[in-house]
């Protein structure tokens, strides 16, 4: 079913408005755009808006360009989803399971602690009271929140989402591709792409035309998210990227620009269930209904930042929704979803 472009933007433009979005809404079925609008402000105090080509934080939105990274590395024959975590990375854990494997890691059932569990841990501002979150610049100093901890249960075992796992797959791609994983990523991911305006960039260094993070409290004053988030990301979130160049990376994805169609298979399939009728692939969401897959979906949470991006293969249709503060897309993506 093709949307009503001039409906759906009416909609979309009311609900933006009333809710206070702050960010951008990328929308395109096949080859056609049906919304590209901004709204709010990139820099409140300045009153600088937000433009479509504003770039913005999107969290764990990237853990789809770790998985793609792991992925290229498995076509190339330099991993397989059964390698061992003991025997492709050079790093001890003295109390992980040896039988851990690239693919426990990339669908968060590993069972390795974590740095942050989102199940028990309300506030991720509060781990960088005892770590501070201006050192945390490589992937590497992620790894004394969490090298010497215990199991939480054995690989295999079931889903738990898993920020630590990505980490160490991040970890991965270094140790086999000779270079840090930002470097890869910028090379054999966006470069392919023609993401120019994405990266990964420190937060005391940001290029010009990006969003600040917004964490708004109660009762109406604001702050930025500078010291709530480390201060550049990695392997398991933190990349800055502009809709439309995250839609020209599911474009990509979608026609094996990136890996071979056997391989974007392997990543886009349910290989785990996480609750209801939600599944994850390698670094993907994958929503089901009356059990064929309905979309395939990235979204990403860190104070001031939150993110959804989603594909609909029955339509075609697919979404980018990057915001600069801490909600917001998932209730474009229902409005949206409410008019396909």
């Known amino acids: 079913m093709h949307l009503g472009k001039m409906n759906i933007n009416t909609f979309i433009d009311d609900f933006s408005k009333q809710s206070q979005f702050s960010g951008v809404i990328l929308a395109k079925q096949e080859i056609e755009i049906l919304v590209q609008a901004a709204y709010g402000y990139s820099n409140r105090a300045e009153e600088m808006k937000n433009i479509v080509n504003t770039k913005f934080g999107i969290a764990s939105g990237c853990k789809l360009f770790t998985a793609i990274a792991i992925c290229q590395l498995i076509e190339k024959g330099l991993l397989t989803p059964q390698t061992r975590l003991k025997d492709c990375l050079a790093i001890k854990f003295p109390h992980f399971d040896v039988n851990i494997n690239v693919h426990h890691l990339l669908t968060h059932t590993s069972g390795v602690p974590d740095y942050f569990d989102e199940d028990v841990m309300d506030d991720f501002e509060e781990l960088w ?5 201006y050192l945390i610049r490589e992937l590497k ?6 090298q010497h901890n215990s199991m939480m249960f054995e690989p295999g075992e079931r889903f738990h989402y898993n920020n630590a796992g990505y980490i160490l797959l991040g970890l991965i791609i270094e ?5 840090s994983f930002t470097d890869y990523v910028i090379e054999n991911i966006f470069k392919p792409c023609g993401m120019e305006d994405s990266g990964y960039f420190s937060l005391d260094n940001l290029p010009k035309n990006t969003a600040i993070g917004y964490i708004d409290n109660e009762e109406g004053s604001w702050r930025t998210n500078m010291y709530s988030i480390p201060i550049k990301g990695g392997s398991d979130g933190g990349a800055f990227v502009t809709a439309p160049d995250m839609m020209r990376l599911w474009d990509a994805l979608l026609h094996h620009k990136l890996v071979s169609k056997e391989t974007t298979n392997l990543l886009l399939t349910p290989h785990v269930h996480a609750e209801e009728d939600e599944y994850y692939g390698y670094g993907v969401w994958i ?3 009356d059990s064929d897959i309905y979309k395939y979906h990235v979204m990403g949470y860190d104070p001031g930042v939150s993110f959804a991006s989603s594909h609909y293969p029955a339509s075609g249709l697919t979404l980018v929704i990057p915001s600069n503060q801490s909600y917001g897309p998932h209730d474009v993506t229902d409005v949206i979803e409410e008019h396909i």
């Open 287 to 289: 929503s089901k209904r």
């Open 129 to 133: 009271k005892q770590n501070p979150m």
């Open 141 to 146: 100093d992620f790894l004394p929140l969490f």
């Open 175 to 179: 140790q086999i591709a000779g270079k």
